[in-house]
Structure formats: structure tokens, C-alpha cells
């Protein structure tokens, strides 16, 4: 038998507000994503996508349909089982969300801290780091680093921990197209030597020679690629 896919969606809907206020913002969604690959989600502001992460990312309840991830069934999983799945993911956000008051170094190792104290943390996300080609920015707090190293050093917390996937939600939006394909291009390298698999919205044409596949939203639903 083979391994389930790592993302399996059918007859995704969600909407915000209650009552009058309510709103869908998803429709009948379905898609599936195999592992190991790096999957571009395009669309429209507005179109959904960044819902769609955080409900595959057990960051969001699913209100109807079907969610797998990594062989589990979101939709009625307890707190529990999505806590555990989480710690299984990266996510970087188009803020890089750094800890000012922290090293680049101190702030990779909140990747790991997550899972409790590990022992060569410290290790392991100077090797992350060196990987990006930050080896000697290791000591530096962000203000004294450029946007682009800045989200280099939030894509090493977001693989410090070997996740099986990485959810990146336009993680080259503050960058310029050198550095976004750069950043990009490294999670790809990353991901193509590791297996993990990698869900990336993105504005950023460029980048849609890297993906494997490309999945397009429309008014909350998924026009191409699902
Ligand atoms: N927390 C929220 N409460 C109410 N409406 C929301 C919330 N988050 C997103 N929306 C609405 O849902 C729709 C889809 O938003 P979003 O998933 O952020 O789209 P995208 O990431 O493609 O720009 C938009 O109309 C947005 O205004
Ligand atoms: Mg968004």
C-alpha cells in the first residue's frame, strides 16, 4: 500500500460570523497534495488561500468536509491530536515575526523549543542557519539584519525542526525579487533533500518555475491545479 498523500481535501466549505453576519469564504474545496512536493497556491486577495492554510495547518476548526493531513482527519479532532500535528509543521508568515530581543541563532532554536529543551538545539539551528548562508550572522538581533536575512532566518526556525510540512503563507512579500527567489529557491533545495512537504501562496511570478504544481483560488474556490 502506498503512503496516503500528505494533504487530502474534499468538500472543504467555511465561513465567518454568525447569524446575519454570516459569511462563506470557502466552496466545496478539493485538493490533494502529495509528499514532497512544493505546491504553489495563487488567487486573488481575498480568494481564500490564507484561510485555507490555517485550516490545513491546525491553526482553524474545520466546520465541514474532510481535512487530512499526514493520514489525520481534522474535522472533530480533539485539541490534542492538532497540537501534536502542528509540532509536525514550519510555518512562516509574510511578517517575519522575529523576536527582537533575540540572537538570529536564539531565535531559530524557538523552533525547537517548541518540542521541549533538546539537547544540541543550539547545534542544529547554527547548521540551519549556515545552510541559509547566515552562518556568520549567527549573533546578530534582527535590527541588524536586512529584511531578506531577516526572512532567511524565519525560514531556518520553520525547518530547524524537520518538519514534514511547511506552510508558507507569501514568505517573500517583503522581500525583492532577488531575495524572494533565493529564499524560495532554498526551500525547495531544502525540501527536494529532505521530502518535506512544502504549501506556499505566493504573488510572485518567478517563483512558479520552482513548484511542482500550482493551485489557483477564486472566490474561495479552487479554479486549477487541485
Ligand atoms: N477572521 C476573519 N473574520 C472574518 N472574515 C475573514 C477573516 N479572515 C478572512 N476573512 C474574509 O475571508 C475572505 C478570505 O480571506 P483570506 O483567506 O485572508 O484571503 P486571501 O489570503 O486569499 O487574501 C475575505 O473576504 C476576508 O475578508
Ligand atoms: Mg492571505
Known amino acids: 500500500m502506498s503512503a496516503p498523500p500528505a494533504i487530502a481535501v474534499t468538500r472543504l466549505n467555511h465561513a465567518f460570523g454568525v447569524g446575519e453576519a454570516e459569511r462563506q469564504v470557502l466552496f466545496d474545496v478539493a485538493l490533494e497534495i502529495p509528499r514532497g512536493a512544493l505546491?504553489?497556491?495563487?488567487?486573488?486577495?481575498?480568494?481564500?488561500?490564507?484561510t485555507l492554510l490555517t485550516l490545513l495547518g491546525c491553526l482553524r476548526e474545520v466546520q465541514q468536509g474532510s481535512v487530512r493531513v499526514l493520514g489525520t482527519e481534522l474535522n472533530d479532532a480533539s485539541e490534542q491530536v492538532m497540537v501534536a500535528l502542528r509540532r509536525r509543521f514550519g510555518f512562516i508568515f509574510q511578517a517575519h515575526n522575529l523576536h527582537e530581543s533575540l540572537t538570529a541563532l536564539q531565535n531559530v532554536r524557538m523552533?525547537?523549543?517548541v518540542h521541549g529543551p533538546a539537547p544540541g538545539?543550539?547545534?542544529a539551528a547554527a547548521h540551519v542557519l549556515r545552510l541559509l548562508g547566515l552562518g556568520e550572522r549567527l549573533d546578530y538581533k534582527p535590527r541588524r539584519l536586512s529584511g531578506g536575512q531577516k526572512q532567511r532566518v524565519a525560514v531556518a526556525r520553520a525547518l530547524v525542526g524537520n518538519p514534514e510540512v511547511v506552510f508558507a503563507d507569501e514568505p517573500t512579500a517583503a522581500l525583492d525579487k532577488e531575495s524572494g527567489f533565493e529564499v524560495v529557491a532554498l526551500l525547495r533545495r531544502l525540501a527536494k533533500q529532505r521530502g518535506t512537504t512544502t504549501l506556499m501562496v505566493t504573488h510572485d511570478t518567478r517563483i512558479l518555475d520552482l513548484a511542482d504544481r500550482i493551485i489557483v483560488m477564486e472566490d474561495g474556490r479552487v479554479k486549477e491545479g487541485g
Open 121 to 123: 538545539a543550539d547545534d
Open 111 to 113: 523552533g525547537l523549543d
Open 39 to 50: 505546491v504553489v497556491l495563487m488567487g486573488a486577495s481575498g480568494s481564500g488561500k490564507t
